[in-house]
Structures are given as C-alpha cells and as structure tokens.
C-alpha cells in the first residue's frame, strides 16, 4: 500500500522539479545579475527571420528523479532478489526516461533575428518567442547587450 503513495510522491517530485528548470530566453527576461547593470544599446533593421528550436535543459535533476521514481517502481516488481533486479532496471531506465522527459518539457519555440546594424555590421540574435511581440522585417529594433547577453527588442 505505500509503494503507490510513494510512487505519486515521487512523480509529483518529478514534476516541480522540471517545472523548476525552466528558463525564460525571452527578450524581456533578465537574471537578477544583469538587473541594474548597465547595458550597450544598438539600434538595427531586422534583415530576415527564421523559426528555431531552442533545446531543453540538461541537468542531473531529470535523470535523479527519473532513476528514483523508476527504481520505486521496478522494487514493487517481484520479490526478493527478483525486486533488487528490477529496481536496478527500473533506476536505469526511469534515469533515461527522467533525463529525455526534462530536455523535452523545457524545449521551447525561439526565433533567430538577422539584423543589419546602423554600424553596417550583420548580427544574428536567438531569443525564445513571445505571444505578444511580433517582429517583422523591415523594422527597426534595439540590441540591448550586457555581460556578454543580446536581447532583440521593439
């Protein structure tokens, strides 16, 4: 009776601590160490537009509850040495699983922004795409850069 409590808990863990990986790549987005720091602005034309993919995270913290949850689960399999066997098994798989399922919940739909600055230079900008900001060629934008972060804004 408690393996399946335990289970819940465990893929209840699972859950917050993904949701917890996630980072915002947006352009309106800062780290509390680029807060209240001073920043180069460069002003542009926004040449081209492409659709990009923007990969997952990759912490130890998918694999570890993965690996958890997935030993808890394989333990309930059988008894005596036959559980030991299937909790290493479930470990094993539930830590593939744990480390795949994290990279792809925090996958998100970015844009790559090819801007022409007023220096004459072309630069290219990644950023994760926002519902509410839409970017068209033609425009003209702010790069706004610190610590050695650009962010593509209206």
Known sequence: MRKPV???ASITALSLALAGCQSSLTGDSYSRDEARTVQTVRMGTIESLRPVKIEGSKTPV????????????GSSVGGGKGSVVMAVIGAVVGGL???AAEEGLTRTQGVEITVREDDGSMRAYVQEVQPN??????ERVRIKSVNGTSRVSH
């Open 6 to 8: 335990l289970l819940a």
């Open 133 to 138: 900001e839409i970017f068209r060629v033609g």
């Open 97 to 99: 699983a744990g480390a």
């Open 62 to 73: 998918g694999a570890l509850a993965g690996a958890a949850i997935g030993g808890v689960g």
